[in-house]
């Protein structure tokens, strides 16, 4: 699971697995039609509208702008990326690929961002409401711990044997983001290696806080760290001064952490009226 503590587990996975989704009325409707236009084919396979308008929404809530070169930058990339596919058919690896699972986890994410247009779209973010987010946040990095910003990685395991076990892998040259992506069981973040990017400590559980300030560059954990998501290890891949952006350079930001917080208050009234059995 993810470390970091300002909303809860699953709506961080959810936020991350879903970046699309903070485009909301920045990006023009489309109609059906011509979301299921052809803009283009490769080897008769063909590329829909509706998939370069997805992309050009999930690089919009990053804070890019639509341009005519970004859109056609992205259908580049995605012919390349059909090719690059058509290939490892012919190759045989599409056997290996959970296809239901796949599909189960596509169509979770376009619920999901469903479902955030149309709250945003009928309760769009108010100037008011940035303004709040960002001195709040100023706030919390207006303490000298969150003076540097931290780039991490990690990998979440279940016990503390296993993390154990992990750890001295690592330690006689194994390699860190291969073992995260086969071991953790933070989905959000074992794709990239265990890659988390750049956050404060104020971000970040206190119990992983606690240590950054100690490691050196390049260091891991020697003994794993016990959270409320399961036991940690930390890899410390970069280290920066890190300088308060001003109100509008922050917007991008400042829309992710608010739908971040909607998320975590929607999640947290469905599961107290939920039946869940694990």
């Known amino acids: 699971m993810p470390i970091k503590s300002y909303v809860s ?6 936020a991350s697995l879903a970046s699309v989704n903070i485009a909301f009325a920045q990006a023009k409707a489309d109609t059906k039609e011509t979301e299921f236009e052809f803009i283009a084919t490769v080897n008769g396979a063909p590329i829909t509208q509706g998939l370069l308008n997805l992309n050009i929404r ?11 070169e970004l859109r056609q930058a992205i259908k580049e990339d995605l012919i390349n990326k059909e090719l690059i596919a058509q290939e490892a058919t012919k190759q045989g690896f599409a056997k290996e690929i959970d296809f239901p699972d796949q599909m189960t986890q596509l169509k979770h994410n376009l619920l999901l961002q469903a479902y955030l247009e149309a709250h945003f779209k009928k309760n769009p973010i108010s100037d008011a409401q940035f303004r709040e987010e960002y001195d709040r946040q100023r706030k ?3 303490d000298g711990a969150n003076s540097f910003q931290y780039r991490m990685s990690q990998i979440v395991l279940t016990n503390e044997t296993d993390a154990i076990d992990l750890i001295r892998r690592i330690q006689r040259g194994e390699l860190f983001g291969k073992l995260a992506q086969e071991y953790s069981i933070d989905a959000s973040s074992k794709a990239n290696g265990g890659a988390l990017g750049w956050v404060m400590p104020g971000q970040v559980i206190p119990a992983v806080a ?6 050196a560059k390049g260091a891991i954990t020697t003994t794993p ?6 036991w940690v290890i930390l890899k410390l891949d970069d280290k920066r001064t890190f300088k308060i952006p001003g109100f509008e350079e922050s917007k991008p930001q400042l829309r992710q952490a608010l739908v971040q ?8 009234g469905l599961r107290a009226n939920a039946k869940i059995v694990q």
């Open 140 to 142: 919390l990095m207006g």
């Open 225 to 230: 760290i016990q959270t409320p998501v399961g």
């Open 210 to 215: 606690s240590v950054l300030p100690s490691m």
């Open 58 to 68: 999930t690089l919009m809530a990053q804070g890019q702008r639509d341009t005519p």
């Open 9 to 14: 587990v699953i709506c961080i996975a959810w």
């Open 261 to 268: 917080q909607y998320l975590g208050e929607v999640v947290k």
